[in-house]
């Protein structure tokens, strides 16, 4: 979602802040601009990649002092004037925002009868008039901004850079913001990433708190006047070096990395001697694990699918009622916190509003939520202060696939260790954990020969829609391969619990239609078989994903593609590969932008 990278020191700013924007366009936009102060202020912005943005920079251009932003369109279409940064009047401030100002529509009227005229749709743009006229007053930059907030209901990553003044003032409220301590020159970004090139020296500011950047230094504050308790802290340089190797896009490339992130988020945590799970951040007792009564799982997109397979893990090896839960609808329903149920908040960026504000209403409620999150020192896994991180490293593609396994895998993880603590035996421990032990190599078996993934694209790629179908934990699987197909190559997909699909979906079923079925060697195998024959029956073209060796299955299929078999626990770390190879390859045929497609972001940093 919207990006932000600011520069203050002794170097030319342009192109750093080009750079720190290039390094965000991961997060998907869909507009871009720049400022940097010299005598006075210039700008730039226009619709479109950063590459665009970099054409349309001119020579005038240049000073040590600028902020930079990727806009995704929340309030006011994709236009140049919408894209950030927004200027006041006479132009002697500029800001860059993310975030969602709530009072905008009243602060809108109130500034136009006023008099000042409005040149953009957005909501940020009231940011730039009110901190100007606090500036008219004689205010200081910092006092300015301070006065501006305090009129503004909403949420904000926002950095403002002043004609008369070298200084960057920064503010965070709901939307991430951090900025990075250098020697001689200071630096804020809206993501950690962004700044590792530079520094590892880092501020995580907190909501309400303030930053004045100058080459010199950085001050923080509080909105309210207050002490900000933000700390220096030094991040990981490895989290930054992200980069293609010989892959044509990050998704294929993560899903190649699959095996190996696997090995990094299990290792040193599978007990095999006791047939024992060890999760040390969730610091948890063995009595506190007994004594759990309920277990809820929270998280959007893809971290909710792993949110539903974990869920079955739990009730299956531990026998504690699990529920997964959508973060958007959880805090809005006023839910009922049991403060010795165990919540578990699931996130790969660590910065999903939704998941967030979930975990806020909770802690609020008196509940204890633990974090499993990929981006060390993200908002989650700091507000959750406990948890586990799922090691996937740097997930660059907005659509998401490593971190999907790993999150299965922390999850499986924390079935066996409470199940082991409940009424586990050792031997079902120890042989969910091997299981878990090999599926690295499994996968790695299987992508060295994917099968016949391009006869399924060919199955799917002009198709009206798709419908997927699996039972179990293959239910959750058969989801996560329908949203994937669905955000990379636009193709409309549909998924249900294989049983369900006689209630209604099966309406749509007609001569050649591709159903994809998720159909591993467990318990539900011969029913999910009969649910082949009902869409056959309807002239359904089947793309089945099923375990090797088993011919029987393959047989129904048009198309067959084998997994190496598993465990059930764990089949979905295999089943869900060919459905993330067939998304990518689908778009890739079809010339999409893989790794950032249209209209989504891969943190969403907004409700
Ligand atoms: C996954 O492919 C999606 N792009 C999206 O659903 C994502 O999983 C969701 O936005 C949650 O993100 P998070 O894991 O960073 O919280």
């Not at 802040?17 to 006075?40: K, T, V, W």
């Not at 004045?212 to 930054?240: H, M, N, P, Q, Y």
């Not at 149920?341 to 790969?348: D, E, G, K, N, T």
């Not at 465990?567 to 869900?576: A, D, F, Q, R």
Request: glycine share 10%.
């Amino acid at each position: 979602m919207c990006g932000i990278f600011g520069y203050i020191g002794d170097k030319q700013a342009t192109n750093l802040l080009l750079d720190g924007l290039r390094r965000l366009e991961y997060r998907g936009y869909d507009s871009a601009g720049i400022a940097i102060l010299n005598s006075n202020i210039s700008s730039s912005k226009c619709i479109g990649r950063v590459a665009n943005l970099e054409s349309i920079v001119t020579s005038e251009l240049n000073g040590t002092c600028g902020i930079a932003h990727t806009r995704w369109a929340t309030h006011g279409g994709v236009t140049d004037a919408n894209a950030h940064p927004h200027l006041s009047e006479d132009g002697t401030v500029a800001i860059i925002h993310n975030g969602i100002i709530e009072n905008s529509r009243a602060l809108r009227n109130w500034l136009t009868s006023e008099g000042v005229l409005l040149r953009s749709d957005t909501d940020s743009e009231v940011l730039a008039h009110l901190i100007h006229r606090a500036r008219k007053d004689g205010l200081s930059p910092l006092d300015s901004v301070r006065r501006a907030l305090r009129h503004t209901r909403g949420t904000w990553g926002l950095c403002a850079i002043f004609e008369d003044e070298e200084v960057i003032v920064c503010a965070r409220n709901g939307s991430p913001l951090v900025v990075g301590v250098g020697d001689g020159e200071s630096f804020v970004a809206s993501d950690p990433h962004a700044l590792t090139p530079h520094t590892q020296r880092v501020i995580f500011l907190e909501d309400g708190d303030l930053a004045v950047l100058t080459a010199g230094g950085i001050k923080t504050s509080r909105l309210d006047g207050g002490v900000s308790d933000a700390i220096v802290t030094t991040i990981d340089e490895s989290w930054g070096e992200a980069d293609l190797g010989d892959f044509p896009h990050f998704m294929l490339k993560e899903i190649y990395e699959q095996p190996e992130a696997l090995r990094q988020c299990i290792s040193g945590r599978i007990l095999l001697g006791s047939g024992n799970g060890k999760l040390g951040g969730l610091d948890l007792a063995t009595k506190s694990l007994r004594d759990i009564p309920h277990i809820r799982l929270i998280g959007c997109g893809t971290a909710l699918h792993a949110c539903q397979v974990g869920r079955l893990a739990i009730e299956e090896l531990a026998r504690v009622p699990t529920q997964s839960h959508v973060a958007s609808e959880f805090r809005y329903n006023n839910p009922v916190i049991d403060p010795n149920s165990l919540y578990f908040a699931v996130s790969q960026s660590g910065e999903t509003a939704d998941t967030l504000s979930a975990v806020k209403e909770i802690q609020l409620k008196g509940g204890q939520v633990m974090g499993i999150i990929n981006v060390v020192g993200s908002s989650i896994a700091r507000q959750c202060a406990r948890g586990v991180y799922i090691h996937s490293g740097p997930e660059q593609a907005v659509a998401s696939t490593k971190a999907f396994s790993n999150m299965i895998a922390a999850l499986t993880i924390f079935s066996v260790q409470i199940g082991r603590a409940r009424s586990l035996s050792k031997s079902d421990g120890v042989s969910v954990l091997k299981a878990l032990n090999d599926v690295p190599d499994q996968i790695e078996r299987y992508l060295s020969d994917v099968g016949p993934i391009m006869d399924a694209v060919e199955a799917v790629k002009d198709a009206k829609h798709v419908l997927f179908l699996g039972r179990g934990a293959s239910a959750p699987v058969a989801r996560e391969g329908a949203l994937k197909l669905m955000e990379v190559a636009y193709i409309p997909c549909l998924a249900y619990p294989a049983g369900e699909m006689k209630h209604g979906p099966i309406a749509l079923l007609e001569e050649g239609s591709p159903v994809v079925v998720i159909c591993p060697n467990d318990k539900f195998r011969s029913k999910t078989l009969s649910n082949i024959q009902e869409c056959k029956a309807r002239g359904a073209k089947i793309i089945l994903i099923h375990d090797e060796g088993d011919d029987e299955a393959a047989a129904e299929a048009d198309v067959a593609i084998a997994v190496p078999s598993s465990h059930s626990i764990v089949s979905p770390l295999l089943t869900v590969v060919p459905l993330q190879l067939i998304a990518y390859h689908a778009a890739v045929v079809l010339e999409k932008d893989v790794d950032k497609p249209r209209n989504l972001a891969k943190s969403v940093t907004v409700e």
